[in-house]
């Protein structure tokens, strides 16, 4: 499975990549407008933490079809591989997700809400489908649609990787990978909340001041 971090925080990138195993950053407008940095210098501060086989996915902003194919060919120009572009699931992001795939792009499609229009977007040849979890439940359903969206994906033969999205919490991420998802996009905040246990660290510290007090030191030998 990828773990990708949800963010524009590049440090934060660097930190959560140094303890875990991470496979690359999505950021989306509302993301890079709160970091108050512009889309140039966080593009530039992420590919200079991301190793090169780290994905990186930005996302167009333009909603008609010139301007996202626009968009489009400037993000993927960023860096010769695993790059991608994000393109919402409209009418006219489903046209430009066909038309990027037929230029070569890497392409995720993005702001899903339901299965069957991330079925869709896996036909018109996207590598990538980036179902909205938490956004979803409010809606009604969110983990069983991208289960659905799973076997949908399973039954037809189709290799587009499910990298499922907003999360809130750490109970959500658990059911899909239970699930099999591909790859998930979580905000370094909710990866860190995934591995932290009080437990760990009491145990740590038991240890610790059990071997001390044998002992006298704090390493092995
Ligand atoms: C995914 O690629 C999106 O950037 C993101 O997960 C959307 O999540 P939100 O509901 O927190 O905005």
Same mark, same amino acid.
Request: charged share 15%; glycine share 6%; no cysteine.
């Given at each position: 499975m990828e773990l990708v971090l949800d963010t524009a925080d590049a440090q934060a990138v660097k930190e959560v990549s140094e303890v875990l195993t991470v496979s690359g950053v999505t950021t989306n407008p509302t993301i890079i407008t709160k970091s108050g940095k512009t889309p140039e210098q966080v593009a530039d501060e992420m590919l200079n933490v991301l190793s090169d086989d780290q994905s990186f996915f930005m996302q167009t902003v333009a909603t008609d079809f010139e301007g996202m194919m626009a968009d489009a060919r400037k993000i993927c120009s960023l860096r010769s591989k695993n790059m991608y572009v994000k393109i919402p699931v409209t009418h006219t992001g489903l046209r430009a997700i066909k038309a990027a795939k037929a230029e070569g792009l890497g392409v995720l499609a993005t702001a899903i809400y339901n299965a069957d229009a991330a079925f869709m977007a896996a036909m018109n040849g996207a590598d990538y489908l980036a179902p909205y979890v938490n956004r979803m439940e409010s809606y009604g359903?969110?983990? %069983?649609?991208?289960?659905?969206?799973?076997?949908?994906? +399973?039954?037809?033969?189709? +290799?587009?990787? *499910?990298?499922?999205? +907003?999360?809130?919490?750490?109970?959500? *991420?658990?059911?899909?990978?239970?699930? %099999?998802? =591909?790859? *998930?996009?979580? @905000? @370094?905040? *909710?990866?860190?909340?995934?591995?932290?246990? @009080?437990?760990? =660290?009491?145990?740590?510290?038991?240890?610790?001041?059990?071997?001390?007090?044998?002992?006298?030191?704090?390493t092995f030998m």
């Open positions: 359903d969110g983990i %069983g649609q991208v289960m659905d969206l799973l076997e949908m994906l +399973s039954i037809n033969n189709m +290799s587009t990787k *499910v990298i499922a999205a +907003s999360f809130k919490n750490p109970h959500q *991420v658990h059911e899909l990978i239970v699930a %099999g998802i =591909q790859a *998930v996009t979580i @905000p @370094p905040a *909710v990866a860190w909340s995934m591995i932290d246990h @009080p437990g760990t =660290q009491i145990a740590v510290d038991e240890f610790s001041a059990a071997w001390r007090e044998a002992f006298g030191r704090d």
